[in-house]
């Protein structure tokens, strides 16, 4: 399977620039075949590098407690077994419950998942945390036990299904590398997410889940527990994050079929499995689901999806890709929901751009030159079907 993926990962390489017309920045694509424990392990490497400033914010806080503690006169008794349980529990309590939550999520997603792009976040040949150099990041993962069992349970053809994947994890590596800011935006992004959770959310996210049942409605539907426990400032955030994984991973689906049509036969199959695959869990597997957050994850699939279609229906691919441009023409949640919303701002963005240059151009020179810049005035898009 090693050099099946090492090949397959350098003609899907080949198959998504030609799609997409994004060209990797940081050199040709490197497929590495592991399995569960060995995805789990690369996974833990990258919670820890995304996860410091996280620690650093708690311990951080940590330091201020003790200093305020140590600056206050004896307190009574009372006050005292609250500081007391506040300083001994509550710095150690958010570490145990994180670890806690990214353990038994990537041992329950290590069975199922069969590719990913780790994306390259430390710059440097060694952190305090032992991180993986450079080298030994930015590589597109395939998890071999999950990939053979899909095979052999459907009877796939193991050289169509292999170039599927790696169709699939090849577009997220050259979003990643291919579009200037987007690596950066999104570690902003996640970082910004990254702040201390009042524990009084906890009690308001108890409440929140309570009333949504009481009407009806998923109470995880936005994220998880995550999304709970945010304020309000970090569940902006998040919508934000969750705008723009919809727009890649709808992006990864639409792309891997496209670009493997003329070379794959068993495409209508693979996905026809792959959709049922998504949403076959049921009962208290579902539930675990939805709670830490893979519901949300697995749904943005589905709405990048459609608010691909709704847009490129409308206004064609070209439009479409203005997404690529910057962080402001990124789609939020609300936008993937209500692509006309995404195409109304995205048009005034460009307007206000074309006379933005104008100006410019008028005060150096007062022979006008026409601008490079081109309009394209959006017409109504229908939104995505339910």
């Known amino acids: 399977m090693e050099r099946d993926f090492e090949v397959f990962t ?7 620039t030609a799609e997409t017309g994004l060209h990797s920045t940081t ?19 990258s919670f820890k590098r995304l996860l410091q400033p996280l620690a650093d914010k708690i311990a951080q806080a940590a330091e201020e407690a003790a200093a305020k503690k140590s600056a206050r006169k004896p307190a009574g008794k009372t006050s005292k077994i609250a500081s007391d349980f506040s300083s001994k529990f509550s710095v150690p309590a958010v570490q145990k419950l994180t670890a806690l939550e990214v353990g038994v999520m990537l041992g329950w997603m290590s069975a199922r998942v069969l590719g990913q792009y780790d994306l390259l976040i430390v710059e440097s040949e060694s952190d305090e945390l032992n991180s993986p ?3 030994d990041q930015d590589i597109v993962y395939y998890v071999a036990p999950n990939i053979a069992a899909l095979e052999w349970r459907h009877g796939f053809p193991p050289d169509e299904f292999r170039l599927w994947i790696a169709l699939h994890e090849v577009t997220h590596r050259v979003q990643f590398t291919g579009v200037p800011w987007l690596k950066d935006h999104f570690l902003s992004l996640v970082e910004d997410s990254m702040t201390i959770t009042d524990p009084k959310r906890l009690a308001a996210a108890v409440r929140q889940v309570v009333q949504a049942r009481k009407e009806g409605e998923d109470p995880f539907a936005e994220g998880g527990l995550p999304a709970l426990l945010a304020s309000p400032q970090q569940r902006e955030v998040l919508h934000k994050i969750m705008g723009m994984m919809s727009l890649l991973e709808g992006h990864g689906d639409v792309t891997m079929d496209r670009a493997g049509a003329e070379h794959l036969s068993e495409i209508p199959r693979f996905r026809e499995v792959m959709n049922h695959r998504r949403t076959q869990v049921k009962g208290l597997a579902k539930l675990f689901r939805q709670v830490i957050g ?15 279609s709704a847009v490129e229906s409308a206004q064609g691919t070209e439009f479409l890709n203005l997404a690529w441009q910057g962080p402001e023409y990124l789609p939020t949640m609300d936008e993937i929901r209500n692509p006309q919303d995404w195409a109304s701002r995205v048009q005034e963005l460009q307007s206000a751009a074309i006379e933005a240059e104008t100006d ?10 026409e601008s490079p810049l081109a309009v394209a005035t959006p017409t109504p898009v229908p939104a995505p079907a339910p």
């Open 10 to 16: 350098a003609t899907a390489e080949e198959l998504v």
């Open 27 to 45: 050199g040709a694509a490197r497929g590495r075949v592991t399995d569960r424990v060995g995805w789990v392990d690369a996974n833990i490497n």
């Open 133 to 135: 150099r450079p080298q």
């Open 294 to 308: 893979m519901e949300a994850k697995l749904n943005q699939y589905v709405a990048g999806e459609r608010f691909i």
């Open 360 to 369: 410019a151009e008028s005060s150096q020179t007062e022979s006008a030159s």
